[in-house]
């Protein structure tokens, strides 16, 4: 009898050690929220817009092939929008193809959170990938701005790439530009010039952050780069997905 009880005993602490365990293993894991455009017109062109699935794809996969937990919230919920360009065979890369054929992922976007919904309490960083869209709805959407806000004010990097960083265009901390007196970089005028949209998308964006006080810097057309400036994480162009989304994973590996 006393032999069961004991026997009992171990199996009970057994039990919660390895409850503890699981639930600290829970608890650790790193989670980051992509933010991603609802907006799909191009302008007064009649032509469709919508995110750039490579610049979605590329981190995501970066991210989650590390262990990373990935949430996907838009300010309208459901499925965003896709660019039709960025589905050209041409701009097809290794990640955008294994894109196409992930029903998980393809499955998560269709069921996208919305931004009201999502606190960035539950989260160790934010993500926007680019496409045009967010040059409409996300730079004037009042719950994106104040999402970016509480990231940066709680010391959570932030990154963008492309057109994303246009998100950051009304943000402000303390009264000022956040991006005043940043190291940045983001969709290039001379790469607007390039896709013939110049005189179609509602601001240049290299433009923008210059006036704003950025400290704004640029490399070759489509060829990657991206910059830090603490947590404050930027990316050129869709060839800069990957370099953004290695820097912003080694930022959230080196915090506890």
């Known amino acids: 009898m006393k032999r ?62 590390q262990g990373i937990e990935v949430d996907i919230a838009t300010p309208l919920g459901g499925q965003p929008p896709i660019d039709p360009k960025s589905e050209d065979p041409s701009a097809a890369t290794e990640d955008t193809k294994r894109y196409d054929t992930d029903k998980d992922l393809l499955e998560k ?26 040059l409409w709805d996300l730079v004037e959407d009042p719950n994106s701005i104040a999402l970016i806000v ?39 005028n001379s790469e607007e010039e390039a896709v013939g949209l110049t005189n179609v998308v509602p601001f240049l964006l290299e433009d923008i952050l ?14 990657p780069y991206a910059v830090e400036d603490g947590i404050l994480i930027t990316g050129q162009n869709p060839a800069s997905s990957r370099l953004v989304a290695e820097k912003l994973l080694a930022q959230i590996n080196s915090k506890n």
């Open 150 to 188: 509480a990231f940066y004010n709680n010391n959570k990097p932030v990154a963008f790439v492309c057109h994303a960083p246009g998100a950051l265009k009304n943000v402000k901390i303390n009264g000022d530009f956040l991006v005043k007196g940043k190291n940045i970089t983001g969709f290039s």
């Open 210 to 223: 210059q006036e704003e006080g950025a400290i704004y810097s640029k490399i070759g057309d489509w060829q």
């Open 109 to 134: 976007l269709k069921n996208t959170h919305k931004i009201i919904d999502v606190k960035e309490s539950d989260y160790d960083a934010v993500f926007y990938p680019g496409g045009h869209g967010p």
């Open 4 to 65: 069961l009880t004991v026997f009992a005993i171990l199996a009970i602490t057994v039990n919660c050690i390895t409850a503890k365990a699981q639930t600290k293993n829970k608890s650790i894991m790193k989670k980051v929220l992509f933010v991603v455009t609802s907006h799909d017109k191009l302008g007064n062109t009649g032509e469709k817009t919508g995110f750039w699935t490579e610049e979605l794809a590329a981190p995501y996969y970066a991210l989650v092939d």
